[in-house]
């Protein structure tokens, strides 16, 4: 089945800085990938998607890779702040079947 | 708009017990799914719908069950509640099977003694 290690530990980085989270997958690249965030006591919200084909997305502050090679998605965050303090999953879908299937995501911690 | 909209937000039985978690989304959305989200374990798909009348099994439906007689409900059903069904549930909703976003209720936090 397939596996997607996100970095349980959380992220600490301070106001400004850039934030770059990791998503890794096992197996077969999936159709597309898509980044969540989530805050405490509510559900997930869309972030960005990007296909099999694309390398790069980016909205605003935010910039997703997408390596099928390495099996890998980097999400970053430039120009950090507190406000960017959650945690961030990722989720793989696959061609043929119907489902997300998502990591089990990583906490980022911006400080002042 | 509303969007996804769950209820109860919280929610304790008795172990034996059961009950119906509530998901209505108003974007005529055909896909429906709903997740529960354990610490350490991540959003794990219970049940899923491409549409009204057709439901599939997810990753862990063992003493859940659904329903999708209209596009906009999709129930969760308990049978018998039991203790390891404690955990926050999550209703989500996209446009189509392969969509470009997934829209996420607020969540049912389920507490089963």
């Known amino acids: 089945s397939q596996k997607i290690e996100q970095n349980s530990e959380a992220l600490n980085i301070q106001e400004g800085k850039t934030a770059t989270l990791t998503c890794n997958y096992t197996n077969y690249s999936p159709a597309y990938l898509q980044w969540y965030r989530q805050d405490p006591g509510r559900g997930p919200v869309f972030l960005l998607l990007?296909?099999?084909?694309?390398k790069e997305k980016r909205k605003e502050r935010l910039k997703v890779t997408f390596d099928t090679t390495l099996k890998q998605s980097l999400f970053h965050i430039t120009a950090s702040q507190p406000a960017d303090s959650a945690t961030y999953l990722c989720a793989l879908y696959y061609s043929g079947y119907s489902t997300l299937t998502f990591g089990k995501g990583t906490m980022l911690l911006v400080s002042p | 708009n509303a969007g996804v909209t769950q209820t109860p937000k919280f929610q304790v039985l008795k172990t034996g017990q059961s009950m119906t978690l509530q998901c209505a989304q108003d974007?005529?959305?055909?896909?429906m799914s709903w997740y529960r989200q354990d610490p350490g374990m991540g959003l794990r798909l219970i049940h899923y719908s491409v549409g009204a009348g057709i439901t599939d099994q997810g990753e862990v439906p063992n003493g859940y069950n659904v329903s999708r007689s209209t596009t906009e409900d999709f129930p969760l059903r308990l049978l018998s509640a039991a203790p390891s069904q404690t955990s926050v549930y999550f209703c989500?909703?996209?446009?189509?099977?392969?969509?470009?976003?997934?829209?996420f209720g607020q969540g049912t936090r389920l507490t089963v003694v």
């Open positions: 974007m005529n959305h055909e896909y």
């Open positions: 990007i296909r099999e084909n694309e």
């Open positions: 989500a909703s996209s446009y189509a099977r392969e969509s470009t976003e997934a829209f």
